[in-house]
């Protein structure tokens, strides 16, 4: 049975394959919205121009961002379901009555709202999976939802692109829109059938534990959170550039992408369960250093048939960076207020994702064609150094910090 391959408890997947679903259309539907729909039909229908679209983007992945660790703490406190109805509802309000909007400040308004509505959502939704986990698969569990919802927010995109892209189509916007619209109502409807799901549901139990909790025990956390989105995002901008510069077609370097994903893929189960069996502070250090690896080939410009095994090392190396980060971090937050911990772990991780595009232009303009695949290899070398050699004290006991 399906059930039994995944790493969640009988009884909890009610409440966890509902959630993970609503997610994975969620980021589908903002990523369609703001990065695809919104830059064309603002400027084609709301006279609006890309600087004040793509400030509004910005406020609104920013709310996000900022409030997670708050919006953590209000998921357990008030309940995830509440928060969760919340969000979808103030997504179909924003999505509906873009149509209608014609006020910049509104728009700003909207988005930021927006995006702390949202910013429950993460952070309530990895701490479910995890602690909905069967025992001893929590690493698993971490990786199998993160590897769920993560592709949604590529589809999301790329699927509204297509349709509101002049040169791809004929520019279906209404269509577009209703596609959009629709979605946020499935995700509304996910979000009224689990509104009684209350904060204790967080918890491996059903009370709050009191344990005391220092903030500065996330410090030795904050280098993986921040490299190793940092370390991929700051490729975003240069990667077209790159391929083009070695002589890769769009087809091609698309091959290596898919091939990528599909190696982490396939591999993602092994990781997670050599995570949850052994440690997953050694498997994020393999993770990392492969990565680091596949970043200094690709840096030393390689013949074309060689990008190909590069791409597989890629995704092996990020197939245990999944678990091994999410196990990492379940094993060392609270049992107690661990959504608003866990919130405050993704902000650092939105740090790193914000900041790499703008790492990888100023490097590619600067140094050139091989300083971001340099840097990007440096920064995940030094993390899985840090992991190799730092204390065994750091992670043992805290909060079940296992080694």
């Given at each position: 049975?399906?059930?039994?391959?995944l790493?969640?408890?009988?009884d909890r997947l009610?409440?966890?394959?509902?959630?993970?679903?609503?997610?994975?259309?969620t980021?589908?539907?903002r990523?369609?919205f703001?990065a695809?729909?919104l830059?064309v039909?603002?400027?084609?229908h709301?006279?609006?121009n890309?600087a004040l679209?793509?400030?509004?983007m910005a406020?609104?992945?920013g709310?996000?961002s900022?409030s997670k660790s708050v919006?953590?703490y209000?998921?357990?406190h008030?309940?995830?379901?509440?928060?969760?109805?919340?969000?979808a509802?103030?997504?179909l309000?924003?999505?509906?009555?873009?149509?209608?909007?014609?006020?910049?400040?509104?728009?700003?308004?909207?988005?930021?709202?927006?995006?702390?509505s949202l910013s429950?959502?993460?952070?309530?939704v990895?701490t479910?999976?995890?602690?909905?986990?069967?025992p001893?698969?929590?690493s698993r569990a971490?990786g199998?939802?993160?590897?769920?919802?993560?592709?949604f927010?590529g589809?999301g995109f790329?699927?509204?692109?297509?349709l509101?892209?002049p040169?791809?189509s004929v520019g279906?916007?209404?269509?577009a829109?209703?596609?959009?619209?629709g979605?946020?109502?499935?995700?509304?409807?996910?979000?009224v059938s689990?509104?009684k799901l209350?904060g204790h549901?967080?918890?491996?139990?059903?009370r709050?534990?009191?344990e005391?909790?220092?903030?500065?025990?996330?410090m030795?956390l904050v280098?993986?959170?921040?490299?190793?989105?940092?370390?991929?995002t700051l490729?975003?901008?240069v990667i077209?550039?790159?391929?083009?510069?070695v002589g890769l077609?769009?087809?091609?370097?698309?091959?290596m992408?898919?091939l990528g994903?599909?190696?982490?893929?396939?591999f993602?189960?092994?990781?997670?369960?050599?995570?949850?069996?052994?440690?997953?502070?050694?498997?994020?250090?393999?993770?990392?250093v492969?990565v680091?690896l596949?970043f200094?080939?690709?840096?030393?410009?390689?013949?074309?048939?060689?990008?190909?095994?590069i791409?597989?090392l890629?995704g092996l190396?990020?197939?245990a960076?999944?678990?091994?980060?999410?196990?990492?971090?379940?094993?060392s937050?609270?049992?107690?207020?661990r959504?608003?911990?866990?919130?405050?772990?993704?902000?650092v991780?939105?740090?790193g994702?914000a900041?790499?595009?703008?790492v990888?232009?100023?490097?590619w303009t600067?140094?050139?064609i091989?300083?971001p695949f340099v840097?990007?290899?440096s920064?995940l070398?030094?993390a899985?150094l840090f992991?190799l050699?730092?204390?065994?004290?750091?992670w043992v006991?805290r909060?079940?910090a296992?080694?």
């Open positions: 049975m399906i059930s039994s391959s790493p969640w408890r009988r009610k409440y966890v394959l509902p959630l993970l679903s609503l997610l994975a259309l980021e589908f539907v990523t369609g703001y695809a729909f830059p039909y603002g400027t084609h709301l006279g609006l890309l679209i793509g400030l509004a406020l609104h992945y709310a996000d900022f919006g953590g209000l998921a357990e008030l309940g995830l379901g509440r928060m969760v109805l919340l969000g509802l103030v997504g309000v924003v999505v509906f009555g873009v149509v209608y909007l014609h006020s910049a400040w509104l728009l700003l308004l909207l988005a930021m709202v927006h995006g702390v429950p959502l993460w952070p309530g990895m479910l999976a995890n602690s909905s986990a069967r001893g698969e929590e971490i199998f939802a993160n590897m769920a919802v993560n592709p927010i589809v790329l699927a509204i692109s297509f509101v892209h040169t791809l279906h916007e209404p269509l829109w209703l596609i959009l619209l979605l946020q109502a499935v995700i509304a409807l996910l979000a689990q509104w209350g549901q967080l918890r491996h139990s059903g709050s534990t009191q005391a909790y220092r903030w500065t025990q996330l030795p280098p993986a959170a921040l490299v190793q989105t940092l370390a991929i490729l975003g901008p077209n550039l790159f391929s083009a510069a077609s769009t087809l091609q370097l698309a091959a992408v898919l994903g599909l190696t982490a893929y396939g993602l189960n092994l990781s997670g369960r050599l995570a949850d069996r052994y440690n997953p502070r050694w498997v994020l250090v393999c993770g990392l492969l680091s596949a200094s080939a690709l840096a030393a410009l390689p013949r074309l048939h060689w990008y190909y095994p791409a597989i890629a190396g990020y197939s960076i999944v678990p091994g980060w999410g196990g990492l971090v379940a094993k937050l609270p049992k107690a207020n959504a608003a911990t866990w919130g405050a772990l993704m902000t991780e939105s740090l994702t900041s790499g595009p703008l990888g232009g100023f490097a600067t140094w050139g091989r300083s840097i990007a290899a920064l070398f030094l899985a992991y050699v730092t204390s065994r004290s750091r006991g909060s079940g296992a080694q």
